[in-house]
């Protein structure tokens, strides 16, 4: 008979980094401000998903540029993989951005899925970012967002455990289920959900940046609390 799957964690972290490849350095100039704005990368998201990596064990892929020289968390086809600073280049310039930046992460995290699934351990990946408290004048209300796909059962599940063990470790906790974004928009939790079917649970972990920018003993509770929630999800 055969054995029932096991499961597995890996963490992803797609905008960890506001750095620039050498070689496109001269796109940038004078963009600082937007390089260092949530536009640039998401501030504090790292630091949680190697709080996560720890907390479970897990493997951990880092996407280690800015996503203002190309979106990771994109379809290649969508038209905001290039943001306004590269989004002219010639094709063949943004091909070979494709080639050397794009799809070498992508194609790592989606070999080391196939290959877990394939010595039969389903995948929970959960992809970490971090969002701005206020996004075109407007005062997003909420400390942390759980994105998953509400028709897939194993994501829901998760999410609503999840959901409760933040909220007995975590001092009053604003937790919303697909906010500030939609868990079935465009994306790479996305895009393997169509891979890998039923094997593969991908949620994604949005932390308001206050907690970043705040810092100090706010800053430390959240990692706290995300480690003892994660100790209870895991079984």
């Not at 890996?10 to 949530?38: D, M, Q, W």
């Not at 905001?80 to 280049?89: G, K």
């Not at 891979?195 to 593969?200: C, I, K, L, V």
Request: net charge neutral; with cysteine.
């Amino acid at each position: 008979m055969e054995q029932p799957f096991s499961h597995r964690f890996v963490i992803t972290c797609e905008h960890a980094s506001n750095r620039i490849p050498g070689a496109y350095k001269h796109l940038f100039s004078g963009a600082e401000e937007e390089l260092e704005s949530h536009r640039g990368w998401d501030p504090g998201a790292l630091h949680i998903a190697h709080t996560i990596k720890d907390a479970l064990l897990a493997p951990i892929f880092i996407f280690p540029f800015t996503r203002l020289l190309i979106e990771p968390n994109r379809s290649a086809h969508h038209p905001e993989l290039f943001s306004e600073f590269t989004r002219r280049l010639h094709r063949n310039e943004k091909a070979y951005i494709i080639d050397e930046y794009y799809r070498p992460y992508r194609e790592t995290v989606e070999a080391y899925i196939d290959t877990t699934i394939s010595r039969k351990q389903n995948v929970i990946h959960l992809s970490i970012h971090t969002f701005a408290p206020v996004l075109n004048g407007t005062i997003r209300d909420i400390d942390i967002g759980l994105l998953y796909d509400p028709h897939r059962p194993s994501e829901t599940k998760l999410c609503k455990s999840w959901k409760q063990t933040l909220r007995n470790e975590l001092v009053n906790p604003r937790i919303r289920m697909n906010r500030p974004y939609k868990g079935t928009s465009d994306g790479f939790t996305t895009s393997l959900r169509r891979r890998f079917g039923d094997a593969y649970t991908g949620i994604e972990l949005e932390i308001n940046q206050q907690f970043f920018y705040d810092g100090g003993d706010r800053w430390t509770s959240l990692h706290k609390g995300l480690t003892k929630s994660l100790l209870h999800i895991q079984d």
